[in-house]
């Protein structure tokens, strides 16, 4: 017989959900976690991780098996032989595109946080209080000096290796030495530094891979194949780090085949009383209680379960007396920017496989800088140099062809934009009640789409970097603009927005849902405006600054 | 281009291993198509792939594509990977391939000389380009296919990697810049 009642209940185990059982676990609390995919063990069941690439039966492609079983991953560029298991199944858990919308899920322990990209950077006071500024959509109920801390307790126990820049809208962290930039980054860092009069810079990209050794995780080792799993935990993931540092404390649990159905609501007390959850594997239902909860279910998953909770008092679920459950959807759009190539350097190369590349902050926007659209975007990208893939010039077949494609190319350099999305009310998702997945459950609809403010920043997107290419001399510039479906960044963010006033959003300054103040949502769900860097370092540091609240109001019997 | 570009940078930024190349996968387009495992390939079909690759990619000081066994290699991808209507082309290029070497040389590509078997690949390239340029929605040349193959088969084998390119596991640290001279062989 399981253990049925808890001092918490957090659902989900990807990053936001391995920070929320640590930081629990930490303070004494027993805790079970709940992931609705199977167990994924630390190194053991990182199973390619070791390969050589000519073991790979298929270099890295995909068969006509998969894409026909894997549609969406199909559509962006993270359908590889290595990780196809790591994707969820798209047969048994379908989802309703009212408009194009890619769905990047995990479903297994540890979720996205194995195959995460681990850029990590900090928000500033810009971003929380541009709503407010702005006049659209809710204002922030939390500015930077509320997460400050926070920040740097994530950044210490995570490990993020970057540089510091003094950049007052791209704070500093508790940084792990920074990697490298390589030769031709650093000409292009100098070139845009005088270019721009020190208005714009070209960094290293900052990311969780450790530089250095902290306890217990050994360093980065320069393989650039982080998402298969890393066998030397040089990474952050929930499994190299907050999972044993949670089952350390001997106060977790964890249930994997775990699906949660609903967040159990008692009318009576306003409180939440434990959850219901589908076993996947038997199809039998368990009720478990506890004290809080912890919604970390991925953005829309957490969405799902709101709405399928206390329904008898709110027919929109739990959380949707203000109207705003499901709504404003947002992400960060790319596929848009620019490459080249680059004269010179032919007497450098470089050594090793560095698992970054650059990032120019936001500079539109900006000081006295004004545009036609809100907000802004970074770029990311690199510069390498051509490998054999690449057009040789008079030779075509033969020894010559061989030898010339064995050898390096010439060196090319390139870029694409990540662009904020702005909060729109219109943009959501709700229930399907028409289409069912695999358990018979309702599945999402996805309606959300980029509006005038996002199509005016890509054109921007993409002639900033081809401006930026140029001065720094740059030649054969390319641009693109592939288009953006909403979902594509993988940075879903929105529909339980934090806020100021329980009649226009879902959660207070503290994650705690206003309709239910034991329950807790510190995922992207809570995100009241998307600003334009990775968010997941941010989710880590609501996630432990809620937690803190969380058990001093439990102490106090505040709730 | 541009697209090849953009995969390779995200891969790049993202930490992804993109071994070999999928953007170099002419067949291999999602979202669309049947896929069959319909293109049954002889082992005569495999030896002539081999020498196929090995007339593009030839042993030099370093080994060449049938050493690599790039034909079988190609006989998987094109089994598992195609779609149904690539499938065709590429078999059916197995014949046409033959018969242009009849129309150069008045024998089949197996029967002719290492000389004779260059130039005819390197008019057939030359074919194949032309055609690709224009193709529009039709399939791709089969000796695109080939040719494709054969480059991802070879530089993603093991001695592609660790003889005509240079492999190392598990690098340790990075370097930004390091001194090369042209000779220099690329990382795989």
């Given at each position: 017989m399981e253990d049925s009642t808890y001092d918490a209940i957090v659902v989900g185990s990807g990053i936001s959900g391995g920070w929320a059982a640590k930081e629990l676990c930490e303070k004494g609390l027993k805790v079970l976690m709940l992931e609705r995919g199977g167990p994924y063990d630390h190194i053991k069941d990182y199973k390619t991780a070791q390969k050589?690439?000519?073991?790979?039966?298929?270099?890295?492609?995909?068969?006509?098996?998969?894409?026909?079983?894997?549609?969406?991953?199909?559509?962006?560029?993270?359908?590889?032989?290595?990780?196809?298991?790591?994707?969820?199944?798209?047969?048994?858990?379908?989802?309703?595109?009212?408009?194009?919308?890619?769905?990047?899920?995990?479903?297994?322990?540890?979720?996205?946080?194995?195959?995460?990209?681990?850029?990590?950077?900090?928000?500033?006071?810009?971003?929380?209080?541009?709503?407010?500024?702005?006049?659209?959509?809710?204002?922030?109920?939390?500015?930077?000096?509320?997460?400050?801390?926070?920040?740097?307790?994530?950044?210490?126990?995570?490990?993020?290796?970057?540089?510091?820049?003094?950049?007052?809208?791209?704070?500093?962290?508790?940084?792990?030495?920074?990697?490298?930039?390589n030769c031709v980054e650093k000409d292009m860092a100098q070139r845009i530094k005088k270019e721009y009069h020190e208005k714009r810079h070209l960094i290293i990209g900052r990311v969780a891979n450790l530089t250095a050794a902290i306890p217990g995780r050994t360093k980065c080792e320069f393989r650039n194949r982080c998402w298969e799993g890393c066998p030397f935990g040089g990474y952050f993931s929930t499994q190299s780090s907050t999972l044993p540092a949670a089952m350390k404390t001997g106060n977790l649990t964890v249930r994997p085949y775990s699906l949660v159905k609903q967040v159990l609501y008692d009318k009576n007390s306003k409180k939440a009383t434990?959850?219901?959850?589908?076993?996947?594997?038997?199809?039998?239902?368990?009720?478990?209680?506890?004290?809080?909860?912890?919604?970390?279910?991925?953005?829309?998953?957490?969405?799902?379960?709101?709405?399928?909770?206390?329904?008898?008092?709110?027919?929109?679920?739990l959380g949707s007396s203000s109207g705003e459950l499901g709504h404003n959807v947002m992400d960060h759009h790319y596929n848009v920017g620019a490459s080249g190539s680059v004269e010179g350097f032919e007497d450098q190369y470089v050594f090793g496989r560095r698992a970054n590349g650059f990032y120019i902050p936001r500079f539109v926007n900006l000081g006295g800088d004004k545009r036609d659209y809100l907000r802004g975007f970074g770029y990311q990208g690199g510069a390498s140099r051509e490998g054999w893939g690449r057009e040789i010039a008079e030779l075509n077949i033969g020894g010559d062809f061989k030898d010339a494609l064995a050898e390096p190319g010439k060196w090319t350099i390139g870029a694409t934009g990540f662009g904020e999305i702005l909060p729109y009310h219109e943009n959501k998702v709700s229930l399907d009640k028409n289409k069912k997945d695999k358990w018979g459950l309702p599945v999402l609809a996805m309606d959300a789409e980029m509006k005038e403010n996002e199509f005016k920043m890509r054109k921007d997107m993409k002639e900033e970097m081809r401006a930026m290419f140029d001065a720094a001399g740059i030649k054969n510039i390319n641009t693109w603009d592939n288009g953006h479906a909403l979902g594509h960044g993988i940075h879903e963010m929105g529909t339980a927005r934090m806020g100021r006033d329980p009649k226009t959003?879902?959660?207070?300054?503290?994650?705690?849902?206003?309709?239910?103040?034991?329950?807790?949502?510190?995922?992207?769900?809570?995100?009241?405006?998307?600003?334009c860097q990775n968010p997941s370092l941010t989710y880590m540091a609501l996630t432990a600054r809620a937690v803190d609240y969380a058990v001093s109001e439990l102490k106090k019997n505040n709730i | 281009m541009e697209r090849r570009e953009l995969l390779k940078m995200i891969a790049l930024l993202t930490g992804g291993v993109m071994i070999g190349s999928n953007a170099l996968?002419?067949?291999?387009?999602?979202?669309?198509?049947?896929?069959?495992?319909?293109?049954?390939?002889?082992?005569?079909?495999?030896?002539?792939?081999?020498?196929?690759?090995?007339?593009?990619?030839?042993?030099?000081?370093?080994?060449?594509?049938?050493?690599?066994?790039?034909?079988?290699?190609?006989?998987?991808?094109?089994?598992?990977?195609?779609?149904?209507?690539?499938?065709?082309?590429?078999?059916?290029?197995?014949?046409?391939?033959?018969?242009?070497?009849?129309?150069?040389?008045?024998?089949?590509?197996?029967?002719?000389?290492?000389?004779?078997?260059?130039?005819?690949?390197?008019?057939?390239?030359?074919?194949?380009?032309?055609?690709?340029?224009?193709?529009?929605?039709?399939?791709?040349?089969?000796?695109?296919?080939?040719?494709?193959?054969?480059?991802?088969?070879?530089?993603?084998?093991?001695?592609?990697?660790?003889?005509?390119?240079?492999?190392?596991?598990?690098?340790?640290?990075?370097?930004?810049?390091?001194?090369?001279?042209?000779?220099?062989?690329?990382?795989?």
């Open positions: 050589n690439p000519w073991e790979f039966e298929h270099r890295g492609g995909t068969t006509a098996e998969q894409k026909k079983k894997y549609p969406v991953i199909h559509r962006g560029w993270a359908a590889n032989e290595a990780v196809m298991d790591g994707w969820a199944n798209e047969q048994d858990c379908p989802y309703t595109e009212t408009k194009p919308f890619t769905w990047w899920r995990s479903y297994r322990m540890g979720g996205r946080s194995i195959l995460w990209g681990r850029q990590s950077y900090r928000w500033s006071q810009l971003d929380f209080e541009g709503n407010e500024k702005d006049g659209i959509a809710t204002p922030w109920p939390i500015g930077y000096a509320d997460l400050a801390p926070w920040y740097d307790h994530v950044e210490k126990f995570a490990g993020i290796s970057g540089s510091i820049e003094n950049i007052a809208h791209l704070p500093d962290g508790h940084f792990l030495p920074p990697m490298e930039l434990g959850v219901e959850i589908l076993d996947t594997e038997t199809n039998q239902t368990y009720e478990f209680k506890s004290k809080i909860v912890f919604l970390c279910a991925s953005t829309l998953n957490t969405a799902w379960v709101l709405f399928n909770s206390a329904t008898e008092v709110w027919p929109g679920g959003s879902v959660l207070n300054k503290w994650n705690q849902v206003w309709d239910c103040m034991n329950v807790f949502v510190t995922d992207g769900a809570c995100m009241t405006s998307s600003a | 996968l002419t067949g291999c387009s999602p979202d669309k198509g049947n896929f069959k495992k319909n293109a049954v390939f002889t082992q005569q079909d495999q030896d002539f792939l081999d020498e196929v690759s090995d007339t593009i990619l030839p042993a030099t000081q370093t080994p060449g594509a049938k050493a690599a066994k790039v034909g079988a290699f190609m006989t998987v991808m094109v089994n598992d990977c195609y779609e149904e209507k690539d499938q065709k082309v590429f078999k059916e290029g197995i014949a046409k391939l033959n018969a242009a070497c009849e129309k150069m040389y008045g024998c089949e590509f197996m029967k002719a000389t290492v000389v004779q078997r260059l130039a005819l690949l390197v008019k057939l390239d030359e074919e194949a380009k032309a055609y690709q340029a224009k193709r529009g929605d039709l399939p791709a040349h089969y000796f695109t296919m080939m040719k494709q193959l054969t480059l991802l088969g070879y530089f993603s084998s093991e001695p592609g990697c660790t003889k005509a390119m240079r492999y190392i596991a598990v690098p340790g640290h990075y370097k930004g810049s390091v001194p090369y001279k042209k000779g220099d062989k690329a990382w795989a």
